[in-house]
């Protein structure tokens, strides 16, 4: 079964929507995959693809590249690139999808989150350690139709945000003052999205 679930937070002067895109069966099957063309296509959102085993052929407009198994790629909005090619036998890939909106809030994340974004697009690195279990959460249907799932959903995607800008702080441009993340982000994020919300009590 396909789809597409997703779950939205704001921290600071952005706002995170994070969906997450169910890739129909003929990708996530133990099977080589048969041959396909590569259809060249782009999205109005970033893509995160994680190669949870195997190894995936990406096709962009000027060059190629193997995303190895580990590894997970950042693919930037009205960026063209073809479907993916699985190159080994036994494959598994998760696909995340992650769209950056800036509003009125404090604070600068937003700037320095897009330029980091944006410096590591189209770059092979290494997953983040959780990335697994945040997509077995987001995976789970069930959470977002209640309160408690909604709280998980957000915690997951808190932890990724958290876990990317820490991952891409690296590919930060010198000239930007990147913001410091605290390690209770998280925390905040969810005080700000859910305990503050009007028609949400803590007795839900």
Do not use: W
Not at 80 to 107: F, I, K, N, Q, W
Not at 117 to 145: H, I, N, R, W
Request: net charge negative.
């Amino acid at each position: 079964m396909s789809g597409i679930r997703s779950v939205s937070l704001d921290y600071g002067d952005t706002r995170f929507s994070v969906y997450l895109i169910r890739l129909p069966e003929k990708y996530r099957d133990p099977e080589p995959l048969s041959n396909c063309p590569p259809v060249m296509h782009s999205h109005f959102y970033y893509e995160i693809h994680y190669a949870l085993r195997g190894q995936y052929r990406y096709h962009f407009a000027d060059r190629e590249l193997t995303l190895q198994e580990g590894q997970m790629l950042l693919i930037p909005p009205e960026t063209l690139h073809a479907a993916v090619e699985p190159a080994s036998a036994h494959h598994e890939l998760r696909v995340l999808s992650l769209s950056l909106a800036e509003t009125e809030g404090a604070g600068r994340f937003y700037s320095a989150f897009l330029a980091m974004l944006e410096a590591a697009a189209c770059t092979p690195m290494p997953a983040p350690a959780g990335l697994k279990d945040y997509v077995d959460v987001f995976q789970q249907q069930a959470l977002y139709s209640c309160v408690l799932g909604v709280c998980r959903l957000k915690a997951a995607a808190a932890n990724l945000v958290c876990d990317l800008f820490h991952l891409l702080s690296p590919f930060a441009p010198e000239t930007l003052a990147v913001p410091d993340l605290s390690c209770d982000a998280e925390v905040a994020i969810l005080l700000e999205n859910m305990v503050n919300r009007p028609d949400i009590s803590l007795e839900q």
